[in-house]
């Protein structure tokens, strides 16, 4: 039995998966990402747990490979780059710390490539060869497919469709710049809206009885589902800067389909509906109803563990 | 020897080129595309000019393929779709057309992505993977190659930056939108910022010597080049318009160099050193640095023709 280990380095926590290549998981396991001040103690404790995991397998078994999604995870390299939400500063050579635990092949992406390539091989996207994905969470990420092949581009950071602008002088985005998409169409983009539009407008809504600071995407989602008008806005507003980022990029590669993922794609329908309606106004004429938008095949739990080991099986396939 | 043949049908002058592999123009006619109503008789005299030029060529050859760079070329389906500026309507089977005449493997794409490969094959961009061309004429179109191959997206229409809209609400654009980049970025589109900034402006100009309707391009990049500030400023705001949109494509193909080419592209460093100013400013910081911008290695001359020609020898090479 063929088996890969996904591993999915985040800023709090950092869940692997053994999986086959049918996308099972046989095993799985988490370490704190903030407990480790050293990136090589980090790859120690990791590995141990992954070995105690794999111990646990009772049909013999060959590791393929090893894929790992981290932020700023650089494909050519096999680091990871100055990671703003990571405890280890600079360059991390993760081939480097996990080739000491294991010998066998390491792959290294982001996070949003890691999404794109696990949509490729255990999603909606299997056998499309142009199609792209935009994750919705905390911040929005993108994975670009093209020619049968995800975009990494000359460095391997291609694919940053949250921070392409979208505004001109429109809000103060982390990265340093002003009206990346990020900014509007990220759960925290949509909660800015929110808080925009609450403050704006005098109307009812069922937002005021929950502290500003405590209103989450899910308040927003589930008022809106109750008919509640400002959140159906706040919903329409984020939809439209969304859909327009979105079809701009399709005049660039031209997909048959846009995956969503994370936070934002489980507003569902209350966001897709508007969504693609303005996405359709906006493409050029040329690409009008040939471009599909849908919500991920993947669970948000599994996802990230699943796209990290979707890599190796890419990789192996090629 | 093997030769290829290049075709660039254009809205006006249809020319053709017989290309060696290393680029060498052996024999070369036009035809002018508006005095045929039908486009079979099109491929009928072409094709017969182009066995005229074949026999004046004394070595031993071998026609290894036909390359064609059309307006709207379709390089999945062979066809010409639509096009706008073409005296032909609906879905033209260029293929069809002209393997009457031609027992070859003949390819087909648009223009800018013939300009694109033609960049790869015979220009700057040999040996590059991840890179861009953007073509400023009268319109503004643009070629990506991600991965060492040109991304034709699933219908083959990828590459439309001339029409990602990057002004919200901006001016008219021929495709029925507004705000298109080609509306600022084309020649035509550097004309409507002349005419509106001497509207708006005072101040003493050489442009103002010329009537409104018979300003072109070169006067503006000549009244610049001798200091004049209000030209200095026309192609400042272009140069900053562009930049805007570059930046963005940047973020999501990554590429290692940006090919400009067409009209505009003679303003030279009067545009260029702008546009490399604001392009920096643009950038995300993973990019920074790393992207160059610079004038194509083709003549404007044979271009086209050779980028047509490139098609052939880009697929026999893959």
């Not at 280890?88 to 982001?110: P, R, S």
């Not at 701009?248 to 048959?256: G, L, Y």
Request: aromatic share 8%.
């Amino acid at each position: 039995m063929d088996l890969s280990i996904g591993i999915d380095i985040g800023g709090t926590n950092s869940p692997f998966g053994i999986v086959t290549r049918e996308g099972e998981v046989l095993g799985k396991g988490s370490v704190k990402t903030r407990d480790f001040k050293e990136p090589e103690k980090f790859a120690d404790v990791l590995s141990s747990q992954i070995k105690d995991a794999l111990a646990e397998i009772e049909e013999p078994y060959t590791i393929i490979g090893i894929g790992i999604g981290a932020p700023n995870g650089n494909h050519h390299q096999g680091t990871i780059e100055f990671a703003p939400n990571l405890p280890w500063k600079g360059v991390i050579n993760l081939i480097a710390l996990f080739q000491n635990h294991f010998d066998v092949a390491i792959h290294v992406t982001n996070d949003a490539n890691a999404a794109t390539i696990g949509e490729y091989v255990f999603g909606k996207a299997k056998n499309l060869d142009n199609f792209m994905v935009v994750t919705l969470g905390t911040g929005v990420g993108s994975g670009f497919f093209s020619n049968g092949k995800l975009i990494y581009g000359h460095d391997s950071f291609a694919g940053e469709l949250g921070h392409t602008i979208i505004v001109h002088d429109g809000r103060d985005c982390a990265c340093g710049r002003k009206g990346c998409l990020e900014t509007y169409a990220s759960v925290t983009g949509l909660l800015r809206t929110a808080q925009i539009m609450l403050a704006k407008s005098s109307s009812k809504s069922m937002l005021r009885d929950i502290p500003t600071d405590q209103l989450t995407g899910k308040d927003i989602g589930d008022s809106a589902s109750k008919g509640d008008a400002l959140a159906v806005n706040i919903l329409d507003y984020t939809a439209k800067r969304l859909a327009f980022s979105l079809a701009n990029a399709v005049a660039i590669t031209s997909p048959e389909a846009i995956f969503l993922f994370g936070g934002m794609a489980r507003a569902g329908d209350l966001l897709l509906g508007p969504l693609k309606r303005y996405f359709e106004d906006y493409l050029l004429y040329l690409y009008k109803g040939k471009v599909r938008i849908e919500i991920s095949a993947l669970t948000e739990q599994n996802a990230a563990v699943l796209g990290a080991s979707a890599l190796v099986w890419n990789e192996t396939a090629n």
